[in-house]
C-alpha cells in the first residue's frame, strides 16, 4: 500500500488468496521490537512465541523497551 500499488487490504487479500483479516494483522509485525526479532532468529525466544502469538497479541505495547518486557525476552 505504501508504494501505491495496492488501494486496500481487501485487494491485498484477493491478490494472495488469503483473508482480509488476517492481511490488516500483519503491519503490526513491522513494528515489533529488534530484540524481539533477533531472539526468533537465533531460536533464542520463549518456546510458545512466534510470528502467529505476535499476531494474536492485542496487548502488546508500541514501546519496544515494553514489548520485551512483556514477552520475556530481558
Known amino acids: 500500500m505504501a508504494s501505491g500499488s ?4 481487501a485487494e491485498i487479500a484477493r ?9 490488516e494483522r500483519l503491519p503490526r509485525l513491522a513494528f515489533t521490537a529488534p ?3 533477533e531472539a526468533i532468529c537465533r531460536g533464542r ?4 512465541l512466534n510470528a502467529q502469538t505476535l499476531l494474536n497479541r492485542i496487548d502488546l505495547p508500541l514501546e519496544w523497551p515494553a514489548q520485551l518486557k512483556a514477552i520475556g525476552i530481558d
Open 35 to 37: 530484540g524481539i526479532v
Open 6 to 9: 495496492v488501494r486496500s487490504w
Open 15 to 23: 491478490r494472495e488468496s488469503i483473508a482480509v483479516r488476517y492481511v
Open 45 to 48: 525466544q520463549p518456546a510458545d
